[in-house]
């Protein structure tokens, strides 16, 4: 299931070079005459909502744009208000959207008719990892022997905690599942930040929370990362717990369980628009992803920062749309028709 | 007395020139999203987080945490006025802060309403200074068991009290957790009663419901008595502030009470919403003139707003100690911490000692300012009553249209509130009590997430809710509440026959 | 709703008590139903896991129906001095139409010219039509707190708000 990932890999120095070559065309050809609407498909507080206010902050701060950019929250229905929205905007080149998997779990989970295509892609920021966490007075120390203990204490005894139903962290706790042949008991929660606390208050067992969510109980010795859940290790070295960094945490496969899941974090906007906008934005998020505040961001939340602009962003979202197609059929997630 | 050393270092970093201006204006803005519905506390502070990237992060959350404060008192402007609650936790001060306005007294209800704000919030704020660590680790006995208990409570404290026909009261309350059962459902993704309506998605949002139900109700209202409203013949009266603060003393056991409640309710985190309504219905059953409330008692106006600015204050407690937001607004904080490099979390109090008690001490700075600048303005706000009927109405009209669409920025938002004012009327005229149906509709969701939460963690087993001393204390003393006014029956019956 | 009429005891006074009393109790009989139909189809058993999503709404739709039925009930086999209330004068209606029709037709208004000039001509003519004020003080208040509402979420908190399915400010540049 990570062909695509590998392929997205191979085309990346390609990729950059592409990036170049859209910034040295003539990027001035237009420019915002109002404030730019910046929608986010989520509520506040969390990891696309933060994403997002930085780079406003970032925008406003180092002037990048003439005009305002102006985040806007429309989390309704798990995000489809959102993207019904943008949808709806065609033509439109002052409206953006951050998306996250809810671009493909949300209209394959509810039926609500909306789809990437709908949309003109724009760039992908970065992929955001997910780590496997566990209370750190329990004694697992490796994913291994926590599966193990799963295994054994026999099905729904376990309780794994996420956010939202048929979201990104139930999909991956099913496909645990699949691959280590035991069953938790998913228990949704509204968000990342509650997620976190309450497996530190042992009301949960385990969790597969973005490592910006968890890394500040992390690093108070309060959970433990136990493996993350991509082909690579996270390239950060610096340590972050006094004795750990990123890059410590082995895949989830080289621990044995062979799953892997990344989420988008990219940009979209409504199609219809002309090349010359589309440049714009690609030549804005070139020069967002420059910033030294952008950089101590990823290095913070442990992102992998693949970055896809044009004809190969759309293809790995058309890769990831259909690899998250299967994962939800294999589920059960699909909205009855 | 390590805290007491920490707090004046603390001092001595918030209390430059600069801070202090940052204070006044964050508190000033604070006020003005206040009163404008639908701008809350979390809106203004996302707008404003940009501006303050070019501060250094202590001065920065001052300001922000000001704004913060200036909208918690300006919440209450609105509800005392025009029946009109800009924040989920305002809408328990209108039950008697309306009346009093009406009855010529809004300047005492304001000043109570803001006096007893401060009082919360100081509670809490010496609270979270002294007791911090300890807090933080009651807040992780809360799992969805104790989470769905502290609902319960919440209900049970304010149920039973109504004066309305039972069955009325039912059907309203009924209606409120329908409607918050509309769109997505959290636990199984599925969407609910939406009929194949997507604008209906994003649910019925509280705000409209109440903006809806209350303000433009009480216009319709207020044209059937003929254009006017009756607090014009309000005096404008400069010592008002003195008089008021002179009656307060006297309710110190329900101050103390709700700022209890406040307390733990923002520290679990329920929230400052249940806490308001938490402590206005204890309030009633307390209190020895608890018949008499809903018709402008100021014991009424102090319960709710003690205590939801005592919870929204401890609310940065688990944020900063946790990183869980106890509130929206909270929730944007943290995003702010993050951006400035600040990790929130245990080891924050560790780590960033400047940072954290330069905040705690602006916390105290702030909300004094906070009161002096809300007091100061008390005669200026309710001669906002004095304005004509024919000028304020179409106003009021105005800010309820942006306010009902600022909140998803929806139009059909707008015809939601409209539709909400018909209902508000008819149900008024009608005996259909409105607040059961707010509070279902603010609670109904959450309470319902938890009890389901707490359903997938033990299978199906209802024992889960008695099963350690702290959520079956708080369920024990919810059946409690319940019971409570049978067994007031009961004791008189037995007292009438013993005679 | 409320304006439902057709009252035949007390025509000369207004919607009677009982009549208004009847119609809400229908409508919400209505929405109950309403809310048991779709918790069905959600499925209203109690899963291995819990209740299902229909679970709760099954039941606060069947409460909202008996608590209606009861009310229906009880109006109509109530006592006879009970009809006879009158829910509100045909006077006193004509009072609360004339503040809710203007604000239905500026919601319409806001609909398709945006909330600032809605806003600004519903205030002026509210004042000019209900308030007996001149038109020239009509309009700098209406257009005066349109400004300010303007200067405040468009210039200043950036809270872009809704301007209207034919935008008359796009002449100006938003």
């Not at chain 2, 204006?25 to 990237?53: E, K, R, S």
């Not at chain 2, 909208?71 to 800009?86: D, K, V």
């Not at chain 2, 600015?309 to 702010?336: D, E, F, K, R, W």
Request: aromatic share 12%; with cysteine.
């Amino acid at each position: 299931m990570n062909i695509q990932r590998a392929l997205a890999r191979g085309i990346l120095p390609l990729v950059a070079a592409f990036g170049l070559v859209s910034v040295a065309a003539p990027a001035a050809a237009w420019e915002p005459t109002k404030p730019v609407e910046f929608i986010i498909p989520a509520g506040t507080g969390g990891g696309a909502d933060q994403m997002a206010r930085l780079i406003q902050g970032i925008v406003a701060k180092h002037n990048l744009m003439k005009q305002a950019l102006i985040p806007v929250n429309k989390s309704g229905g798990a995000g489809a208000e959102g993207f019904l929205e943008v949808k709806a905007a065609k033509g439109d080149p002052h409206k953006i959207i951050i998306t996250l998997s809810n671009l493909f779990t949300t209209p394959m989970a509810t039926g609500v008719p909306f789809n990437w295509k709908d949309l003109t892609p724009v760039a992908m920021l970065s992929l955001d990892n997910f780590v496997l966490w566990v209370n750190a007075e329990d004694p697992y120390k490796s994913a291994k022997e926590f599966l193990d203990a799963v295994k054994k204490g026999g099905p729904n005894t376990f309780k794994m905690g996420g956010t939202g139903a048929k979201q990104e962290d139930q999909i991956l706790t099913v496909a645990i599942e699949k691959a280590a042949g035991v069953k938790f008991t998913y228990i949704p929660f509204k968000g990342g930040g509650a997620v976190a606390t309450q497996l530190v208050g042992k009301h949960i067992n385990a969790t597969v929370n973005n490592p910006i969510e968890a890394v500040a109980q992390w690093r108070a010795g309060k959970l433990r990362a136990l493996c993350v859940f991509d082909d690579e290790r996270m390239p950060y070295k610096t340590k972050v717990t006094d004795t750990q960094s990123w890059y410590d945490v082995p895949t989830c496969k080289e621990a044995g369980v062979s799953t892997e899941y990344v989420m988008l974090r990219g940009i979209f906007m409504p199609a219809g628009v002309s090349p010359d906008v589309v440049s714009f934005y690609v030549d804005l998020f070139n020069k967002v992803r420059a910033t030294p505040e952008w950089k101590k961001f990823m290095e913070e939340g442990a992102f992998n920062q693949t970055y896809l602009t044009g004809k190969p962003y759309a293809d790995w979202v058309g890769k990831a749309e259909a690899l998250h197609y299967d994962l939800m059929k294999e589920a059960g997630f699909l909205a009855k028709p | 007395m390590e805290e007491i050393n920490a707090l004046f270092h603390g001092f001595s970093v918030a209390l430059t020139p600069f801070n202090l201006l940052l204070m006044f204006i964050g508190v000033t803005l604070g006020v003005l999203i206040g009163v404008l519905p639908g701008l809350g506390g979390a809106n203004g502070i996302a707008i404003l987080l940009p501006l303050t990237f070019t501060m250094p992060p202590t001065s920065a959350v001052i300001m922000l945490s000001c704004i913060y404060w200036g909208a918690l008192f300006g919440g209450a402007i609105t509800s005392i006025l025009f029946n009109i609650p800009g924040e989920p936790w305002s809408v328990a001060t209108t039950f008697d802060g309306y009346p009093m306005a009406q009855q010529g007294k809004a300047g005492e209800a304001l000043t109570t309403a803001f006096t007893s704000s401060f009082v919360g919030a100081f509670f809490a704020i010496v609270m979270i200074t002294f007791l911090a660590p300890l807090v933080a680790k009651f807040a992780l006995q809360f799992g969805p068991p104790e989470f769905f208990a502290v609902f319960f409570l919440t209900f049970c404290s304010f149920i039973g009290m109504g004066k309305e026909p039972p069955f009325k009261i039912l059907v309203a309350m009924m209606l409120g957790f329908a409607l918050a059962a509309v769109g997505i459902d959290t636990v199984t993704g599925q969407l609910r009663l939406i009929f194949g309506w997507h604008e209906l998605m994003r649910g019925f949002d509280f705000l409209i419901a109440v903006i809806g139900l209350f303000g433009i109700g009480e216009i319709l209202l207020s044209m059937e008595e003929g254009l006017s409203f009756s607090g014009r013949t309000a005096k404008i009266n400069t010592r008002i502030v003195i008089e008021t603060w002179k009656k307060l003393p006297k309710y110190w056991m329900t101050s103390l009470r709700s700022c209890i409640i406040g307390c733990w309710m923002g520290i679990t985190p329920g929230g400052a919403t249940p806490a308001s309504f938490m402590s206005y219905g204890i309030a009633k059953r307390m209190s020895p003139d608890g018949a008499k409330f809903g018709t402008g008692m100021a014991e009424g106006v102090i319960a709710p707003e003690t205590a939801a600015h005592a919870a929204g204050t401890a609310a940065l407690l688990p944020m900063l100690s946790l990183g869980i937001p106890g509130s929206p607004t909270a929730a944007v904080l943290l995003g702010g911490l993050l951006i400035w490099g600040l990790q929130p979390g245990p080891l924050l109090f560790v780590e960033q000692k400047d940072f954290v008690w330069g905040l705690i001490a602006s916390m105290y700075l702030g909300n004094i300012a906070g009161l002096i600048i809300v007091l100061t303005c008390v005669p200026l706000f309710a001669a906002i009553l004095r304005v004509p009927f024919s000028i304020i109405a179409p106003v009021i009209v105005v800010i309820c249209a942006i306010g009902a669409y600022t909140v998803h920025n929806a139009m059909l938002d707008i015809w939601l509130m409209l539709l909400f004012g018909v209902m508000g009327y008819a149900f008024k005229k009608l005996s259909y009590p409105l607040a059961p149906l707010v509070l279902a509709l603010v609670l109904g969701d959450q309470a319902e997430g938890a009890f389901r939460q707490a359903m997938l963690m033990s299978q199906g087993d209802m024992r889960i809710f008695f099963s350690n001393w702290l959520v079956g204390s708080i369920m024990g003393l919810g059946l409690l509440m319940l019971v409570w006014p049978v067994m007031g029956k009961l004791m008189t019956q037995l007292r009438k026959s013993a005679a | 709703m409320t304006e439902k009429q057709g009252s035949d005891e007390g025509a000369s006074a207004g919607v009677s008590m009982r009549s208004a009393e009847v119609v809400v109790a229908l409508f919400m009989l209505a929405l109950g139903a309403l809310v048991i139909f779709d918790s069905v189809r959600l499925g209203w058993g109690w899963g291995a896991e819990g209740p299902e999503a229909g679970y709760f709404p099954f039941y606060i739709g069947a409460m909202i129906c008996v608590g209606s039925l009861v009310t229906l009930f009880q109006v109509l086999l109530g006592s006879q001095s009970k009809g006879h209330k009158v829910f509100v004068e045909w006077s006193a209606l004509r009072l609360v139409l004339q503040v809710l029709l203007p604000a239905a037709v500026y919601v319409l208004g806001i609909q398709l010219i945006g909330i600032y000039v809605a806003s600004a001509a519903y205030i002026a003519v509210f004042m000019v039509w209900l308030g007996k004020y001149g038109w020239t003080r009509g309009i700098i208040v209406g257009v005066g707190v349109s400004a300010v509402t303007f200067a405040m979420f468009e210039i200043w908190f950036q809270v872009p708000l809704f301007k209207g399915e034919f935008n008359p400010l796009s002449l100006i540049g938003y």
